[in-house]
C-alpha cells in the first residue's frame, strides 16, 4: 500500500521535473531564438522592455524547479524524504504563475489557458508532498 501511495507524488515530480527541464534547458541552449520570440511577443505589452531581465529570471526558476523535482522523485524513492521535492513543486508552482502573468499581459488568452493544467498539477503535487514533509517545514 505505501508503493501505491508514494507512486503518485514520484508520477508528478518526474512530470515537473520534465516539463520544466526541457523548458528552462531549451532556453539555456537556444538563448537567442527565445530570446526573439519573447521580444516578439512582448512587443505590444507593457513588459517589452523587460525580456533581457525576464529571460535569466525565468530560465533560472525553470531550471532550478525541475532539478529540484527530479531530485526530490528520487529522494523520496531513496530515503522516503519529501522536502526537497516539495521546494521543487513549489518553485514549479511560481513558475507556472510568471509565465501565467506574462501571458495575460502580452494577452495570449490561448497561451494562458493552457498554463491552469500545469498549475493544477503542480498545486496537487503540493498538497500531495505537503503530508510526506515533517513538521515544522
Known sequence: ???ILLSAPILCLAFLAILFLQSGL???FNYKGNKEWLTGHFAKSPLKNTVGLMMPLITLLEVSAGVLCAVGA???VVDGSATIGLLGAQLSTLSILALFFGQRIAQDYA????LTTYFIISIMTIY???G????GY
Do not use: E
Open 1 to 3: 500500500m505505501k508503493t
Open 132 to 135: 510526506m514533509v515533517p513538521t
Open 111 to 114: 497561451g494562458a489557458a493552457t
Open 128 to 130: 500531495l508532498l505537503w
Open 74 to 76: 528520487v529522494m523520496i
Open 26 to 28: 531549451d532556453k539555456v
